[in-house]
């Protein structure tokens, strides 16, 4: 990798082992202008409670038995996190205790559907409702 500043700019080049980084002042604008990350694809295990993210889109599918997902852990501090539900297997949990990696809904517990989103935002302790869709 090479950062080289131009006219105070940073141009970071062949990063392909960088874990993160952090920017402190200032703005990131990409050549194409879009920055996203990989969906992600979970299947959760029966009675599985905790949903483990590592990125910013995450297509969910439930176990035959249902799942209660009360926590949501990976999250980083500002995080806008999209869960796209397969089916309808999964209730995200609202148990209003703001501890650590729990979610906090706009009303009572979410039960998915078919091509449902839920559009979260992590404070760096708890995950908060944005919106969310039901789609056909």
Avoid: K, M
Wanted: no cysteine.
């Amino acid at each position: 990798a090479r950062l080289g500043t131009e006219r105070g700019h940073g141009l970071l080049a062949g990063a392909a082992g960088i874990a993160a980084i952090a920017v402190t002042a200032g703005n990131i604008t990409t050549a194409d202008g879009a920055i996203a990350s990989a969906q992600e694809a979970v299947t959760l295990g029966a009675g599985v409670a905790a949903l483990a993210v590592d990125s910013n889109l995450v297509s969910v599918t439930g176990d035959a038995g249902a799942n209660s997902v009360t926590t949501i852990t990976g999250g980083v501090a500002g995080q806008i996190l999209v869960l796209l539900f397969v089916d309808a297997l999964v209730t995200i949990v609202d148990d209003n205790t703001h501890g650590a990696n729990t979610i906090d809904l706009v009303g009572a517990n979410l039960t998915s559907a078919d091509d449902t989103t839920l559009t979260l935002i992590f404070d760096g302790t708890s995950w908060y409702q944005i919106t969310q869709s039901v789609n056909d």
